[in-house]
């Protein structure tokens, strides 16, 4: 427990802000302040000083940061090297997420879910776009993955079970001329660029309801962060399921793909080993749980 405070504390000292670390280790912000003050107790010190507009160290925070930085870092060091022994009893789960999921609707209710049934188990989180989780879960770095993908039938030697199926939209900035409109025919977007990920390319193997959506060009780029911005800045539109952050904030106007099979998949996928940690099963299985509660609310 004195670990955790520790991880805790350092993450408000880098950050400077509750609320912000909060969301770096997918707690509440409530949850944070009463860990922190716990802290404070054991110590004997106060580490923060807080106002309704900042946070900042005191001069033990500030010594307190550096020390346990580098009791961190030895500690992150020698986990590292035990972990590197595949030893199966370690009580340690490392999630790969999507990094385009949203973390207030997804990521940080399932890893509250976690952290209150499973108390005793470290969740390492990893976020990354679609094709290097997929390889990540490959190369046995990661143990679970949590991510949307076209191709996971084809997955080799892993288990799946569907999270939840999203339908596209096409997403354009509110101040879009064509996201002022009520409804939207996809012949509006001859003249229109559209924006995709590398993983949704819109090549001879893409979905056939994709390659029907009409525009004058189509630009890859790197990230589901760029797409959003060059949406925001007018410069055209995109083609994506409803489950990033802000989707639904009033920056963009959607409107539904008007084709039934133009849906993702959101998957949770597992390699298949005769020997699988029994913890791993247990974490799925209370992951698909919360879908399902999702689903169907008690």
Not at 21 to 31: E, G, L, W
Not at 91 to 96: D, E, H, K, L, R
Not at 259 to 286: H, S, Y
Request: glycine letters at 4%; a positive charge; hydrophobic letters at 40%.
């Amino acid at each position: 427990m004195l670990y955790k405070r520790i991880d805790y504390f350092l993450e408000v000292a880098n950050c400077l802000s509750f609320s912000e670390a909060a969301k770096h280790k997918y707690i509440t912000q409530q949850a944070m302040t009463s860990q922190i003050a716990a802290l404070e107790k054991d110590l004997g010190v106060q580490l923060f000083v807080r106002s309704t507009r900042s946070v900042n160290l005191t001069e033990a925070g500030k010594m307190l940061r550096d020390d346990f930085t580098k009791i961190n870092q030895e500690i992150q060091i020698a986990t590292d090297k035990v972990r590197g022994l595949n030893i199966d009893n370690l009580a340690t789960i490392s999630i790969g997420f999507y990094d385009g999921l949203s973390g207030s609707l997804y990521i940080n209710p399932i890893m509250m879910k976690l952290q209150k049934d499973l108390p005793d188990t470290t969740f390492d989180i990893i976020l990354g776009d679609m094709i290097t989780l997929r390889n990540r879960l490959m190369d046995g770095q990661i143990d679970l993955c949590i991510t949307t993908a076209t191709d996971w039938k084809e997955w080799p030697s892993v288990d799946i079970s569907i999270l939840k199926q999203f339908h596209f939209h096409v997403f354009l900035s509110h101040k879009h001329p064509l996201g002022k409109r009520e409804s939207l025919d996809l012949n509006m977007l001859a003249d229109q660029t559209m924006y995709v990920l590398p993983s949704a390319s819109l090549s001879r193997t893409a979905p056939y309801w994709q390659r029907r959506i009409p525009c004058k060009n189509i630009v890859t780029l790197p990230g589901l962060r760029d797409v959003l911005i060059y949406i925001e800045l007018c410069r055209g539109f995109a083609v994506l399921p409803n489950i990033f952050n802000d989707a639904d904030s009033g920056k963009y106007k959607s409107f539904s793909i008007p084709f039934p099979d133009a849906n993702a998949d959101l998957i949770i996928a597992r390699r298949q080993r005769i020997n699988t940690n029994a913890l791993v099963n247990i974490t799925m299985k209370k992951i698909v749980q919360f879908f399902q509660n999702i689903e169907n609310p008690s």
